[in-house]
């Protein structure tokens, strides 16, 4: 039954939470927030790994050769409960040609679990190789939190001084650096850096090798590699 997978959903979910340190609920800036947001984030996690073969069989039918990133669950109808009856799993599709369409899917429970019901593309954003990207550009005043995760469940909150560390690699990436990337995209659950901003924009980085992949460009910085597995082993 459809149902038993939303439970299992939510369990697996609440195990990922609890199996975090519960410092990590809390910032330096609000120690007494209430936790729900990250708890709910663990739970939207889940989903989207749970949702995975079928949005990207739905992706499959509108794109020949393309990555998918920046998954993030909209919810219909404000609603305490979750998980909810319908939903819209919003993301990025970046295409050969280095033009990104940001994509919509929406999903309705039914007797067979969550069905895809509707498909739209909301925008197209044109990649400009020679563009000094954004990300290289900020500081740690930009940035409100960082995390990196890697498989399903796992992950670690960095602290500030680590957010310097990672400001600090990233401005010293250079042009030459940053070409376009073709290749299929990184199986396994690959580790990646999560990077929230203030103006509450998320950027993802995924690590492939010695670079990490962003927007259908791949950024050659092997030290960023390091700085990952030096803090999940």
């Not at 410092?23 to 330096?28: D, N, R």
Request: with cysteine; net charge positive; charged share 25%.
């Amino acid at each position: 039954m459809w149902w038993r997978r939303i439970i299992l959903i939510w369990v697996l979910g609440l195990a990922s939470f609890t199996g975090m340190n519960c410092t990590e609920a809390y910032s330096q800036e609000s120690p007494t927030k209430y936790n729900d947001d990250i708890q709910r984030k663990c739970l939207e996690e889940v989903l989207i790994f749970e949702l995975r073969p079928k949005f990207m069989s739905v992706l499959g039918k509108e794109y020949d050769n393309f990555l998918f990133g920046s998954p993030r669950i909209i919810p219909i109808k404000k609603s305490d409960s979750y998980p909810q009856q319908e939903f819209i799993l919003e993301g990025r599709v970046t295409k050969q040609d280095s033009i990104s369409d940001v994509v919509q899917i929406t999903f309705k429970a039914s007797t067979d679990g969550y069905k895809a019901i509707n498909f739209h593309i909301i925008r197209n954003e044109k990649s400009d190789e020679t563009m000094n990207l954004d990300l290289f550009n900020l500081s740690v005043n930009d940035i409100n939190s960082a995390e990196i995760k890697w498989l399903v469940n796992n992950r670690i909150m960095l602290k500030k001084n680590e957010i310097y560390t990672l400001v600090s690699l990233l401005k010293g990436v250079q042009k030459d650096n940053i070409t376009q990337y073709k290749g299929p995209a990184p199986k396994g659950g690959p580790a990646r850096i999560i990077i929230h901003l203030k103006s509450n924009k998320k950027i993802s980085l995924v690590l492939n090798r010695d670079s990490f992949l962003l927007e259908g460009r791949q950024v050659y910085l092997p030290e960023l590699n390091e700085f990952i597995f030096t803090r999940i082993n």
